[in-house]
């Protein structure tokens, strides 16, 4: 099965997975939680969803994304 993580204390919280990039729409800014630099960062809404296509991966500007496959 595919999986995506969010390594949440990287994030910067800008959002660029959330918006639209996602096929299956699972990733979105989670506003109840703050991470250890101070950002609200993304997480994963339906981890089942997920098809490994790595487009979140490549419009992260962090290294905040894994994805396996
Ligand atoms: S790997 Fe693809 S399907 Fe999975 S969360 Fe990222 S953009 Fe969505
Ligand atoms: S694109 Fe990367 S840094 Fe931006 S919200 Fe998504 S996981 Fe966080």
Redesign the pocket.
Known sequence: M?E?KILKDICKGCGL?CDN????N??IISADTINSNGYHPAM?TDQE?????????MICPEPA?E?YK
């Open positions: 595919p995506v997975c990039v996602c096929p299956e699972i990733l994963v969803k997920c098809k490994g296509c790595g487009f979140c991966y994304i994805v």
